[in-house]
């Protein structure tokens, strides 16, 4: 399968996405992620991107589109993937549908995390990573066993630079400007499943599994 998961900061993308992964055996591929990495390691591709992301703007499409590309050719994604946080412009899912053409693919279906901005908030401010994972825990909704640390390793968990009240308002703004669009885009082609993002983990679980089956 190839899926794509659409929704605003916090709606829940990452949590649900080792769930998928591993119950479909897909590659994940989340450019949030890819881009953080980048930035950590001070790449080229960091360099130019870190700007953006503080700010909680977008990263430019070819950039994005670039690393996507690239990280789709891995021999791990050619059965099928879940692309978490790509596309977020109609730009971007263009060129994706043009990069799939080229391998005679599609995609089989968006998964759209549909949630009201006010919850988000509480989402992403409690929010605790362990990065080298990408394991997510939440001080009031998923404490780690211990406090601010990964229950698996035992390695510190961060907050994100960017996971403050202030930058999410740009984000979100971001997300109801330019991703929203691509909600419409797939929704034409029939592709967009709509998930109740609100409800707990596990019961947004049953609803990807309903969308998937
Ligand atoms: P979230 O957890 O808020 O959904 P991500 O981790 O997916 O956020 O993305 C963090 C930041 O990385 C975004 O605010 C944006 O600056 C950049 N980014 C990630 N994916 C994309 C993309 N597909 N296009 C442009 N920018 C992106
Ligand atoms: P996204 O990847 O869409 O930005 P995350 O999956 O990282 O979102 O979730 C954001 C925060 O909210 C995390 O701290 C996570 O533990 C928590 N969270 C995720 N899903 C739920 C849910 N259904 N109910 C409550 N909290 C959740
Ligand atoms: P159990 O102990 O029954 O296996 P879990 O440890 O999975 O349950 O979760 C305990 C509680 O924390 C549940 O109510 C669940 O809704 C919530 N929870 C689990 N994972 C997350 C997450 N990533 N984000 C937010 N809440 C979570």
């Known amino acids: ?29 989340a450019t949030g992620d890819m881009l953080r990495a980048a930035v950590a390691a001070k790449t080229p591709l960091g ?12 990263v430019s499409d070819d950039l994005v589109v670039g690393i996507i590309d690239e ?3 891995k021999p791990s994604c050619q059965k099928g993937f ?19 053409a080229k391998q005679g693919a599609n995609v089989d279906k968006v998964l759209n995390f549909a949630i009201d901005d006010a919850i988000l908030e509480e989402r992403i401010t409690g929010r605790w990573i362990h990065p080298s994972s990408g394991r997510t825990y939440h001080t009031k909704f998923a404490p780690p066993k211990a406090p601010g640390v990964d229950d698996v390793t035992g390695e510190p968990l961060i907050q994100r630079r960017d996971d403050t009240a202030e930058v999410l308002k740009s984000r ?3 997300f109801h400007r330019q991703t929203e669009p691509v909600i419409d885009y797939y929704s034409k ?19 990807v599994q309903k969308a998937l089956s």
């Open 172 to 174: 979100l703004e971001a």
């Open 47 to 58: 360099i130019k991107a870190k700007e953006a992301m503080d700010k909680g703007e977008l």
């Open 189 to 207: 082609k029939g592709l967009v499943a709509n998930l109740h993002a609100e409800k707990p983990p596990k019961e947004v679980t049953v609803e």
């Open 1 to 29: 399968k190839r899926l794509i998961l659409i929704g605003p900061p916090g709606s829940g993308k990452g949590t649900q996405s080792p769930l998928i992964k591993d119950e479909y055996c897909l590659c994940h591929l």
């Open 71 to 73: 990280a789709m050719k």
């Open 82 to 100: 879940i692309l978490d946080g790509f596309p977020r412009t109609v730009t971007q899912a263009q060129k994706l549908d043009e990069m799939l």
